[in-house]
Structures are given as structure tokens and as C-alpha cells.
């Protein structure tokens, strides 16, 4: 059993997000357009343009890291998790901690 998680889910949540924010974007757009919108205003589109720019940028990051993104679920705080995963990093480039991925 482990405690961490991999975050791809965070990854696949956002592009699913992104693209319904997508479509809201043409809707409404389409909807202003046409004066066919009742309470919808360019406010409602400035503010699905910034949700589609901040979604966009963190799957953006999420796609530059060398690794997937880890969601810890144990009862240590996230700075002795850090400190702990740090000093193993170190031992193991040392040679002086047995390689998870290696059999034997």
C-alpha cells in the first residue's frame, strides 16, 4: 500500500474543464452576438477568457515537469514529506539506498 497518488488526474480534469469553457466561450459569444442572451453580458465572456487563460497555463506547467505530480495522502506535514523525499533523493544519488526499480 502506498501513500501517494499520482495527480495525472488533476492534468485530465483541467482539459475537460478547458474544453467545456470552450464551448461556454462560443455560446456566449454567439449568444451577445445575436442580443439573444438575457442576463449575459462581456463580463460573462472577459471572465470565461480568464478561466480558459488560468487553466491553460497550469496544464501548461503540468506538461514541462520531468515527472507527474504526486499527491500525498499520509499524516506528515507536506515539509517533512519534502524533507524526507529530499534526503532519500540524496542518499540514493550517493549510491547508499537500494533502487525501487531495480528486482533483488
Do not use: W
Not at 491553460?56 to 523525499?85: A, F, H, K, R
Amino acid at each position: 500500500m502506498t501513500n501517494f497518488l499520482r495527480a495525472n488526474f488533476v492534468a485530465e480534469r483541467l482539459r475537460i474543464i478547458h474544453d467545456e469553457l470552450t464551448t461556454l466561450k462560443a455560446s456566449l459569444g454567439q449568444r451577445i452576438l445575436t442580443e439573444n442572451c438575457g442576463d449575459c453580458t462581456a463580463q460573462d465572456a472577459l471572465a470565461v477568457d480568464y478561466l480558459l487563460e488560468v487553466c491553460g497555463e497550469i496544464t501548461d506547467l503540468l506538461e514541462q515537469l520531468p515527472c507527474q505530480p504526486l499527491v500525498y495522502t499520509g499524516e506528515e506535514s507536506t515539509e517533512e514529506v519534502i524533507g524526507l523525499l529530499n534526503r532519500l533523493l540524496h542518499f540514493h544519488r550517493l549510491g547508499q539506498v537500494p533502487d525501487a526499480n531495480k528486482d533483488g
